[in-house]
């Protein structure tokens, strides 16, 4: 409707005196005016002086984004290791939990690969024990001796519970739930309560469900650093380390202890590699893999060294902004202030990601360029390169992040390089590829290549790239990138700060 130019202005009305106003009422009500800008001034110059000081402490923001499993919450973890390094130290033994869970789950990925095959006849044989790669499933049982070490493998489903509610903080149980492989869009299927989980009637092992944490007030850290007395200083693995410390045998870790020469068993046996190749399943590439170090993490000294934590897996639901003040070790930057955002990957999550594009320094995407031949697990009609492919695409071509610098990580280049070296051909499966060489220097030259191209094409103003091959597992490796792209990062950083 058109502005009539005798309409009440609403401003004018509101700061007119009011009507048949006294003296000495102007008096006070020049007098609260005058109060009111004073404090409205000094709210102002706090904010300014605010500015000031983070300029001065020097706020950097790093945004981590890519897939779900790319390895943003690893990166972010490398980043703490190296720079915040007694932290990151004293928080270790926090990650025994974690590991024991991932144990558990690789535990129970054998032993649902196991029920799909027929239970022995009885009476028991184990004449037929070879799940060769052409033979039919009706025509093999599973042998006597992994039923009867299913049968003693049994307490870690309580282990398994013990965890999940040693995990859930107790007022957010409904933070945690499982993911259903067949849930299009990552939706949320029915929130796993613990309680319920005791009295499930088939107590059977679901292998799509992956636990999961939700950032918020109480953290799993949080909850769990009260049951650990947190030492500051720890060696990993050293006899004396639990008694030293003070750190508390926990149940799970005792019932770990005690099944790990099944586990080590039902790992090793033949029958059982060979059901897992028959069924493509890669146990030893999947995230949170210590099969190979059963004697280790389930030592009832066990203490997660700085690999182990690495190779940890936890899911991440949610954005975190992890602050992150450099320490001393941490050289020059020392009193710098990093501000690093780490966020869920699986497509469900990506809409939260962008109210964090404002004010954002740079960002590390990650692409885990050995994902050619997997699909999402929230959606398994799309293939995992692919998927990376368009989110980076998403990402370079973003207005929003028109002048913030994108830092590439093709990531999970070791994975990448066993799976070539196994035989699997990447022509099969990027048939862009044609016949170069099926190894991982010539196949990581190509996806640089390829990603380089759509960050020319896609960003909406010319800007450098900057393209690591990476396995963030690799402390040796990954530390020399990090500190380059820190370099980066606060050079960019300082001279942007400086033209504000
Ligand atoms: N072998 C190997 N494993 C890796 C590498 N990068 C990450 N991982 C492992 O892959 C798993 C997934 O990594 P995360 O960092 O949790 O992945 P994310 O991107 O945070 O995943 P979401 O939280 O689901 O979005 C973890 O168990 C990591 O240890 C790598 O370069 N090589
Ligand atoms: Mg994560």
């Keep these: 409707m058109p502005k009539h130019s005798h309409d009440p202005d609403p401003l004018d009305e509101l ?36 500015r000031i000081e983070q300029k001065k402490k020097s706020v950097v923001r790093l945004l981590l984004l890519g897939q779900s499993e790319s390895g943003k919450s690893t990166t972010l973890r490398h980043f703490q290791r190296l720079y915040i390094p007694s932290a990151f130290r004293a928080e270790r033994i926090l990650w025994r939990s974690v590991i024991q869970l991932n144990v558990v789950r690789s535990v129970r990925t054998i032993l649902d690969a196991v029920s799909t095959v027929r239970p022995p006849p009885s009476p028991p044989s184990n004449d037929i024990q070879s799940p060769a790669e052409d033979s039919d499933d009706d025509t093999i049982y599973v042998p006597h001796d992994i039923e009867v070490l299913k049968m003693r493998l049994s307490p870690l489903h309580h282990v398994e519970a013990v965890l999940i509610a040693k995990l859930i903080p107790p007022s957010q149980d409904d933070s945690w739930a499982p993911m259903t492989a067949s849930s299009a869009g990552g939706t949320l299927v029915s929130p796993y309560h613990y309680p319920a989980y005791h009295h499930r009637p088939d107590q059977r092992w679901h292998h799509s469900q992956e636990i999961f944490v939700r950032p918020g007030a109480t953290s799993w850290k949080g909850v769990l650093a009260k049951s650990f007395p947190c030492p500051t200083s720890v060696r990993p693995n050293s006899i004396d380390d639990a008694s030293s410390t003070g750190v508390t ?6 019932v770990l202890h005690a099944c790990c020469g099944d586990i080590i068993s039902l790992w090793n046996n033949r029958f059982v590699r060979q059901l897992l190749t028959k069924r493509k399943i890669r146990l030893e590439e999947a995230p949170g893999f210590f099969l190979n170090d059963l004697q280790r993490v389930t030592a009832l000294n ?76 929230e959606d398994r009609t799309v293939n995992r390169l692919e998927d990376s492919v368009l989110l980076w695409k998403a990402i370079c071509s973003n207005k929003l992040l028109a002048n913030v610098d994108l830092v590439l990580f093709l990531n999970k280049c070791d994975i990448l390089e066993a799976k070539l070296k196994s035989g699997i051909r990447l022509a099969k499966y990027v048939r862009s590829y044609g016949d170069r060489g099926n190894d991982v220097e010539t196949a990581c030259k190509y996806f640089r290549t390829k990603f380089s191209a759509i960050h020319r094409e896609y960003s909406p103003l010319p800007r450098k790239f900057y393209g690591f091959c990476t396995s963030v597992t690799d402390t040796t490796t990954t530390a020399g990138i990090l500190a380059s792209v820190r370099d980066m990062v606060v050079r960019r950083h300082l001279k942007q700060s400086r033209l504000l």
């Design 15 to 50: 700061l007119r005196p009011p009507q048949g106003e006294t003296e000495e009422d102007r008096v006070i009500r020049l007098a609260q005016e005058a109060e009111a800008r004073r404090r409205s001034q000094a709210i102002d110059e706090s904010i300014k002086a605010e």
């Design 249 to 254: 045998r926990d149940e799970a870790q005792q």
């Design 302 to 377: 066990y203490i997660p060294s700085d690999d182990d934590v690495l190779r940890a897996r936890l899911k991440t639901v949610g954005v975190s902004e992890y602050r992150c003040q450099m320490e001393a070790a941490a050289g020059r930057e020392q009193g710098t202030e990093w501000r690093i955002v780490d966020v869920g990957g699986s497509r469900s999550q990506r809409a939260t990601w962008v109210p964090f594009f404002d004010d954002v320094d740079a960002i590390i995407f990650l692409a885990p360029i050995s994902a050619f031949d997997q699909v999402l697990t």
